[in-house]
């Protein structure tokens, strides 16, 4: 396999971790004020996506894959609101642990490898056009 297409294949890889990565980001985010139901319950957790390097035989190469999403087993907050149905019998309610700074930082970094990747991508197209056209 030639080295231009098989840097499109490794930089393709990166393209489906880091879009599995936003999707993630997206899902924290909009759970950030999703809050629990009832008194001791838990609010929404946040979650992580866990990259492996994987050795593809077909490329002879290491690609990127999301493995799996995991759990963020970081504390709660907690909010006092003793009018919600959720409160202890203090008046606190458990927040979630997601923080939206964070999570932006997280999706801002996502954004610019999947653009680095794409980016590779496209100069190895263009490589590949000019070399064909370099033949003719």
Do not use: C, W
């Not at 909009?30 to 008194?39: C, F, L, V, W």
Request: avoid cysteine.
């Amino acid at each position: 396999m030639d080295d231009l297409s098989k840097a499109t294949r490794i930089a393709s890889s990166g393209l489906k971790a880091q879009a599995k990565r936003v999707r993630v980001i997206s899902e924290n985010m909009a759970n950030s004020d999703s809050i629990a139901k009832t008194p001791g319950g838990e609010p929404y957790r946040r979650k992580l996506v866990v990259f492996r390097n994987q050795l593809s035989r077909e490329l002879d190469a290491k690609t990127v894959r999301a493995d799996r999403t995991t759990r963020d087993m970081t504390d709660f907050g907690r909010k006092f609101m003793p009018g919600h149905p959720g409160a202890d019998e203090s008046g606190y309610v458990m927040t979630p642990n997601v923080n939206p700074l964070i999570e932006m930082m997280d999706m801002r970094e996502a954004q610019r490898s999947y653009e680095a990747n794409l980016q590779v991508i496209s100069t190895s197209r263009d490589l590949m056009s000019k070399t064909i056209e370099m033949l003719r």
